[in-house]
């Protein structure tokens, strides 16, 4: 069974700082990636989705990449904004839609 | 705009209610999931549907039902057999079902659900 595991659970930048979340997975064998951000008490937001066939995809000052054969996914966010703190998850998509936990971001200015 | 409706957003229950979370959405998704979201936990799969009048049983589908009469329309009940109900719920939708291999997921806003 698929697991997906978010490390660190939490992490506190300051403004302006670049910063890696990172998502791991067991079974490489997946069909696509999803980033999320969720904010307190909200819904989630699709911010990136990778299929297998790819390596990266970018949206403003979001570069999230896929190395499915270590089973990792990196999410780059540059220039970090307190706009930008959130829960941040990951999930991939064999058979079903796993999920991790998420780590909480605060950017503090 | 397209998008995913749940209501209410707020839910209290007393114990032995049954409660029903609406969940609509006007994107002609075919599929429709539901969610449970735990501190500290991924999300979790109670039902999902990838066609009008057929669903399926999640991860964690005991003390909980569903219907999917309308491909819009997509509630959930949660029954008072569900033992430990308070959670925030949420629900999804993608064009495709879990056979979609593209499968991009949006969700809605979700409905935190109480027990008194």
């Known amino acids: 069974k698929q697991e997906v595991t978010q490390i660190p659970a939490a992490l506190s930048v300051p403004e302006g700082e670049n910063l890696v979340l990172n998502c791991s997975f067991t079974?490489?064998?997946?069909?696509?990636l999803q980033w999320f951000r969720q904010d307190p008490g909200k819904g989630l937001t699709s911010l990136l989705l990778?299929?297998?066939?790819?390596r990266e995809q970018t949206s403003g000052r979001l570069n999230a990449s896929l190395d499915k054969s270590s089973g990792r996914s990196t999410l780059y966010i540059a220039a970090s904004q307190p706009g930008d703190s959130a829960t941040y998850l990951c999930?991939?998509?064999?058979?079903?839609?796993?999920f991790g936990a998420g780590t909480r971001l605060t950017v503090k200015p | 705009d397209g998008g995913i409706t749940q209501s209410p957003k707020y839910l209290f229950r007393k114990e032995g209610q049954n409660v029903t979370l609406s969940c609509e959405q006007n994107?002609?998704?075919?599929?429709m999931y539901w969610y449970r979201q735990d501190p500290g936990q991924g999300l979790r799969l109670i039902y999902y549907?990838?066609?009008?009048?057929?669903?399926q049983k999640g991860d964690i589908a005991e003390g909980y039902s569903v219907s999917r009469e309308k491909k819009e329309s997509f509630p959930l009940t949660v029954t008072s057999a569900q033992k430990n109900p308070t959670a925030f719920y949420l629900c999804?939708?993608?064009?495709?079902?879990?056979?979609?291999?593209?499968?991009?997921?949006?969700f809605g806003e979700g409905s935190r659900l109480t027990v008194l």
């Open positions: 999930a991939v998509k064999d058979n079903d839609m796993r």
């Open positions: 549907s990838q066609i009008v009048n057929d669903f």
């Open positions: 079974d490489s064998a997946i069909y696509n």
């Open positions: 994107l002609n998704h075919d599929a």
């Open positions: 999804a939708s993608s064009i495709g079902g879990q056979g979609y291999i593209t499968g991009e997921l949006f």
């Open positions: 990778i299929q297998s066939s790819q």
